[in-house]
């Protein structure tokens, strides 16, 4: 899926891709703020708000493509 293409391009990080898309997917689809789901995983709010940022980059590229 493309929030999975985001962070398989990203450098090695502690927590697994697919935790990751969970999380964001979860975020896009309103079940929780960025804060609230990274104390799910004992991280901060920043962390999980950048792979947010990362995922909404990667799709503004993509539509920009796309229109193109």
């Known amino acids: 899926?493309?929030?999975?293409?985001?962070?398989?391009?990203?450098?090695k990080n502690k927590y697994l891709n697919e935790l990751k898309s969970s999380i964001v997917k979860r975020y896009l689809e309103g079940e929780g703020s960025t804060i609230s789901l990274a104390k799910?995983?004992?991280?901060?709010?920043n962390i999980v708000g950048n792979w947010v940022k990362?995922?909404?980059?990667?799709?503004?590229?993509?539509?920009?493509?796309?229109?193109?």
């Open 40 to 45: 799910e995983i004992n991280t901060s709010g």
């Open 54 to 68: 990362n995922i909404m980059h990667l799709v503004k590229v993509h539509l920009i493509f796309l229109i193109q």
């Open 1 to 11: 899926t493309l929030i999975q293409e985001v962070f398989i391009l990203g450098r």
